[in-house]
């Protein structure tokens, strides 16, 4: 057996327009079954389940996965709230942990779609440094929204990765601008990207 036979995972997908990253929080609405089941399932086994974007299409009602145009890579995610909403759906709030890469994906009968992915391990602690530093004040402007606040974020603003992937989720730029933020594997590359990002949103 291959060290890649070794480190693939089979996991539950959840086809999202719009990217999570990890460390960064979104609130969820699951209204069709295939999804509550899938998270039933992951609640009673503690376990998570993989967000990967939809580059094109669209996710509800959709009979085949090959009607789907999904990214090449998503990050895992965990349930950390739960509730009934007033609309009767079940809301929850997930939180991103590792990326990885799909290998293969096919869809079950149920209509839910899975995927053979290689999970990749966090990234190490990266320290801020000067020219990061404008980034923590950003964020911190940020996490004093209210809707922000209600996600309950908490990041570690020693670690320049959290600071950069938590960023990135809140800031209202274009999804395929996030996934292209999500592919980066180097912090000082990712430094560059979003002060350039920043820069442009200030005008």
Known sequence: MTQQ?????NIPLFP?????????????????????????QCMRDGVGFGVVWIRR???VAEASVTNLDLGDYGTMANIV????????????TIEGAERFHIEEVW???????????DIEPRSEPARVSDEGRSMIDVLAGLQRHP????LGHTVDTTNCWEVCHVLSQL???????????????DIHVYIEELDTLLSELSG
């Open 5 to 9: 036979e070794i480190s693939l995972t």
């Open 171 to 185: 800031l209202p730029i274009d999804n395929s601008v996030k996934y292209e933020l999500l592919g980066i594997t």
């Open 107 to 117: 869809r079950e009968s149920s209509g839910l779609t899975r995927a053979h992915v």
């Open 81 to 92: 709230d739960w509730d009934q909403l007033p609309n009767g759906l079940l809301g929850i």
């Open 147 to 150: 809707e922000v606040r209600r």
């Open 16 to 40: 999202l327009g719009t990217v999570l990253f990890p460390s960064g929080r979104l609130p969820l609405q699951i209204f069709e079954r295939r999804y509550i089941d899938m998270i039933a």
């Open 57 to 59: 299409g669209s996710e």
